[in-house]
């Protein structure tokens, strides 16, 4: 079973940032949080992943809370390119370890 | 730009007619998985191979197989496929290794497979 909870859906204005929150309260020390996105019919896209530490690159930010469980997911100015599943995933950084998909929640940019 | 590839994008069987779906990458990584996805449902792994090593996943039904006859290729065998197989199959890849940025996954566009 996955081991985050996520809404399952959003609505975000285009233009506005995108706030999407991950609860992870069974997180262990040595897992990283994993975000990835699902553009209608197309695989899986990687985002971003942290450990405790907040992250940014080019697609997006992660915000990670002080006891790590929960983290939320910033796209800073959406666009309606970003309409898509997006999975928020824990799992230890060793690849044996593989991903476990939960519902996700489904973003809807707004023109 | 591709790097992992998947052939063909929509392939139609027949119940009970054995089909097979082909993934190629060129990012030369150690690491291949397969995915199911349901309508509307989140993917769910099949198995993997880290190089040659194959992985199942203890509930993948046995009319799934797979073989990876070298780096770059693998395929998914479905040996029987019923209309409950009818889905789409993604493709991934990772580096391997405990260093985290080799565990990002690779997505292929994904295989749709209709059972008629």
Not at chain 1, 69 to 81: D, E, V
Request: proline share 6%; hydrophobic share 30%.
């Amino acid at each position: 079973d996955a081991k985050t909870t996520q809404p399952p859906s959003m609505d975000c204005a285009e233009g506005r940032a995108a706030n999407l929150p991950c609860n992870h309260s069974t997180i262990s020390g040595n897992e990283y949080v994993y975000w990835y996105r699902q553009i209608h019919s197309q695989g899986p896209q990687y985002i971003i992943h942290g450990l405790k530490n907040n992250e940014t690159n080019e697609m997006a930010s992660l915000i990670i809370t002080e006891d790590r469980k929960s983290s939320t997911l910033i796209l800073p100015h959406a666009t309606l390119r970003d309409t898509a599943v997006y999975y928020c995933i824990v799992r230890v950084h060793n690849y044996g370890q593989n991903f476990v998909f939960g519902p996700g929640t489904r973003l809807s940019v707004l023109p | 730009d591709a790097m992992v590839i998947q052939n063909p994008r929509y392939q139609v069987t027949q119940f009970g007619k054995p089909v097979t779906l082909s993934c190629s990458q060129t990012l030369n990584h150690n690491v291949m998985y397969w995915y199911q996805q349901k309508s509307s449902q989140a993917p769910k792994l099949l198995f993997h191979y880290y190089d040659k090593d194959f992985n199942n996943e203890a509930d993948t039904p046995d009319n799934f197989q797979s073989r990876r006859p070298n780096t770059s290729f693998c395929f998914l065998d479905i040996r029987s496929p019923g209309l409950g197989d009818a889905a789409m199959y993604l493709c991934a890849t990772s580096g391997g290794g405990p260093h985290t940025a080799k565990n990002i996954q690779y997505f292929g566009a994904g295989t749709r497979l209709s059972v008629l």
